[in-house]
């Protein structure tokens, strides 16, 4: 069977992203190199065997692996079928040049919670639409790697402010259709973006992506009841394209907003 390749590539919206990166390799080795970003990487099928600053380490399926800017290093399968992985390539203003050090001595992160964030990232990125909950996931994952790479002393445990919470809020509500990027809110409400997301969940039980999708859903159930269509109501309530409400919509309500539109019983079921 001939060696398979198979990427996709991409540069989404999301501020601090230089690209995303999807493989899958059976046998093909990377050698030696280095990148400008820092390389965020996660395996879900296979493992990787590969050489940082003259010393081996591998990626278990498990583990998050955090390989520093400017370091050399290289890469290949470590089973007999290969690997499928994806990667993020992050620029400085997520990742400062203080966490390098740390990032060469433990680049694999066996951190189920990390884990579970970046994949989940990768999932909100590959959705056109998403790109605040992208930014969030993004902005708490950097927190949580420099937790994991800084002294336990190093790290600030912030507890949830509740009138920071309030301002997001508020403007979230402001802009429910528009939408607001995490750093531009963060910048009007003097906070750090990791702190706001924190902030907002800790006093509502909902991060901040997820209150904005819910409020556009309660618009868009509205507008369906007044016999709009789909497509327009989603260019109405901020989404992106009319499959991005019926994702969110379905996921809420549960149904399409099609079906909630058409059918007489859904509309009554809106408005309990």
Do not use: C
């Amino acid at each position: 069977m001939p060696p398979q390749r198979e990427t996709s590539a991409w540069r989404p919206s999301v501020p601090g992203i230089v690209e995303v990166f999807h493989a899958h390799y059976t046998e093909y080795a990377y050698p030696m190199h280095v990148h400008e970003a820092w390389t965020l990487l996660i395996v879900d099928d296979g493992a990787v065997r590969y050489d940082l600053d003259r010393h081996e380490h591998g990626t278990p399926r498990d583990t998050v692996t955090l390989l520093p800017p400017h370091i050399p290093h290289n890469g290949e399968p470590a089973t007999e079928h290969g690997f499928r992985k994806r990667v993020l390539y992050l620029d400085g203003s997520r990742l400062a040049d203080d966490l390098i050090g740390p990032a060469v001595d433990g680049p694999d992160l066996a951190d189920p919670v990390l884990r579970d964030r970046v994949a989940r990232l990768h999932t909100a990125l590959a959705l056109p639409g998403d790109e605040l909950e992208a930014d969030s996931r993004l902005t708490l994952i950097a927190d949580r790697l420099r937790g994991l790479l800084r002294p336990v002393s190093a790290v600030d445990a912030t507890p949830a402010d509740r009138p920071l919470a309030r301002r997001l809020r508020e403007l979230l509500d402001e802009r429910v259709v528009e939408g607001i990027a995490l750093d531009e809110a963060a910048r009007l409400v003097h906070a750090h973006p990791a702190h706001l997301v924190r902030a907002f969940s800790g006093a509502f039980g909902i991060a901040p992506h997820q209150y904005l999708m819910s409020r556009r859903v309660d618009r868009a159930r509205r507008l369906l009841l007044d016999g709009r269509p789909p497509g327009e109501v989603a260019a109405l309530t901020g989404f992106y394209d009319q499959s991005h409400l019926t994702r969110h919509f379905r996921r809420l309500v549960g149904v399409t907003p099609g079906r909630y539109g058409r059918d007489g019983r859904y509309g009554r079921l809106g408005r309990s």
